[in-house]
T-cell receptor, first 112, second 113 residues
Framework: QKEVEQNSGPLSVPEGAIASLNCTYS??????FFWYRQYSGKSPELIMS????GDKEDGRFTAQLNKASQYVSLLIRDSQPSDSATYLC????????????FGDGTTLTVKP | DAGITQSPRYKITETGRQVTLMCHQT?????MFWYRQDLGHGLRLIYY???????DKGEVPDGYVVSRSKTENFPLTLESATRSQTSVYFC????????????FGPGTRLTVL
């Protein structure tokens, strides 16, 4: 089992819809959780981080964390074509927090 | 505001040659990282550094060497390049705050023939 797994995708949604991206992790002592967006041919950029159970909202983006279920998700409301990218989930352990593990990513396409 | 830069951006080399990829950051971040990203996959950690002269192995360190004599530089050397090391290499840095948010360089696309 991979340490961090994301829905395999690709995911396609119409413009204006809600896109839901999911990530599960195996290390129960994980402490920090990140969502990075990566446009084709570009480097990853942070869009959300979350550290405690519950929801965290930032504009059209909502991250949800459930440590008991070892699950973190990213919701994108009112999806725009500019949201089309690969979304990477990253998890950092409680010990050695610099050593993040990344999932393979989910590619999202938002169709106009 | 240069941030984090990588050089070269593209490199073609031959099997068996030594190659060094450079990474430079202007933020004085303590932590620096090297990842490789293969087509259709996420990022895999090669090496990371918590400070100058402190480095540690990541998930896939074999065939790579790093050094960090200065806080701002973190070069990655492929001692004897192999075709399996053809990949896109990303350098990242972090100040260790906000849960270790990482800031990525633009990447180096390396092809080993």
């Amino acid at each position: 089992q991979k340490e961090v797994e994301q829905n395999s995708g690709p995911l396609s949604v119409p413009e204006g819809a809600i896109a839901s991206l999911n990530c599960t992790y195996s290390d129960r002592v994980s402490q920090s959780f990140f969502w990075y967006r990566q446009y084709s041919g570009k480097s990853p950029e942070l869009i959300m981080s979350i550290y405690s159970n519950g929801d965290k909202e930032d504009g059209r983006f909502t991250a949800q964390l459930n440590k008991a279920s070892q699950y973190v998700s990213l919701l994108i409301r009112d999806s725009q074509p500019s949201d089309s990218a690969t979304y990477l989930c990253a998890v950092s352990p409680m010990t050695n927090a610099g050593k993040s593990t990344f999932g393979d990513g989910t590619t999202l396409t938002v169709k106009p | 505001d240069a941030g984090i830069t990588q050089s070269p951006r593209y490199k073609i080399t031959e099997t068996g040659r030594q190659v060094t990829l450079m990474c430079h950051q202007t933020w004085s971040h303590s932590y620096m990282f090297w990842y490789r990203q293969d087509l259709g996959h996420g990022l895999r950690l090669i090496y990371y550094s918590a400070a100058a002269d402190i480095t540690d192995k990541g998930e896939v360190p074999d065939g790579y060497v790093v050094s960090r004599s200065k806080t701002e530089n973190f070069p990655l050397t492929l001692e004897s390049a192999t075709r399996s090391q053809t990949s896109v290499y990303f350098c990242a840095s972090s100040d260790g705050g906000t849960g270790f948010t990482q800031y990525f360089g633009p990447g180096t696309r390396l092809t080993v023939l």
